[in-house]
């Protein structure tokens, strides 16, 4: 594995890895309007690269089908919203802010569930980030190591209040500060790891990564739908939630537009 390549995959980690260490030097939960900002802006790079990154170089990278260029991106999609729908009915996890557990029932600790909660959203995100640089490895002209860079930079942008979210509420309960960092970094360790196996399927077979690029849209899409959208409107208040939203969708399409 190359240097950048390397540093490339580690660029997301090391954003869930600073937003976890927030629990040495804050005390109590984070301000629910906070959570619900930081929650709001996440959705907003997620739409963005899910746009910019994976869905537009998907089509273009099918642009010799002609009118037909269209059918890897929407296969893809589905594909990622199936393939999410599934694991959140198999994996067990809990959702910030409630106390209704999704998934199969187990008698897990609630820390556990919310830990694997975080880690089904960083499934796509190191699937994306992994499939991007895959493509770039390729030499697809679609997507330039720049490209593929200013993606890394959004997800490790939005990674950060994901550390902290997961991180402070496990401290507040009783956790050690030293565990709830472990943890917090636990659950963003299986995006290099998502992505470095994307990366290695990718390679072997070159004709799906239109596909590939597509799918990790729609798994993103379906984490944000599903999830983050509901959790940043939820109450009364919620514009800055909304208004967190546009912020994180301008920096993520001005970091690819820019970068790429």
């Not at 269209?70 to 106390?99: E, K, M, S, Y």
């Not at 995100?125 to 593929?148: C, D, K, N, R």
């Not at 956790?175 to 990718?202: D, N, R, W």
Request: proline letters at 5%.
């Amino acid at each position: 594995m190359n240097t950048e390549l390397a540093q490339g995959l580690l660029i997301p980690f090391l954003g869930t890895s600073l937003g976890a260490a927030c629990v040495f030097f804050m005390r109590g939960e984070l301000n629910e309007m906070v959570q619900r900002s930081l929650t709001g802006f996440a959705a907003g790079v997620m739409v963005a690269a899910s746009i910019w990154s994976l869905l537009i170089p998907a089509i273009d990278q099918a642009a010799d089908m002609g009118q037909l260029s269209f059918i890897p991106a929407v296969a893809g999609f589905w594909f990622g919203i199936l393939f999410l729908l599934l694991l959140d009915h198999i994996i067990p996890h809990l959702h910030q802010n409630t106390d209704e557990q999704e998934g199969p029932q187990c008698s897990l600790p609630k820390r556990t569930m919310l830990v694997l909660a975080v880690i089904l959203h960083n499934i796509p995100e190191g699937m994306a980030v992994g499939v991007v640089y895959a493509s770039w490895l390729a030499g697809i002209p679609e997507i330039t190591f720049a490209a593929a860079t200013a993606l890394s930079i959004g997800i490790a942008i939005q990674n950060f209040p994901e550390g902290a979210i997961i991180s402070m509420p496990l401290k507040s309960a009783g956790s050690g500060s030293m565990y709830a960092f472990a943890l917090g970094i636990f659950s963003g360790a299986v995006e290099p790891a998502a992505a470095l196996l994307t990366i290695v399927f990718a390679s072997t077979v070159v004709p799906v990564l239109p596909y590939m690029l597509s799918f990790a849209a729609g798994a993103m899409l379906y984490v944000v739908v599903e999830e983050l959208i509901p959790e940043m409107s939820a109450g009364t208040h919620s514009n800055i939630g909304t208004i967190m939203f546009a912020l994180g969708f301008s920096l993520m399409m001005t970091l690819d537009v820019a970068l790429g």
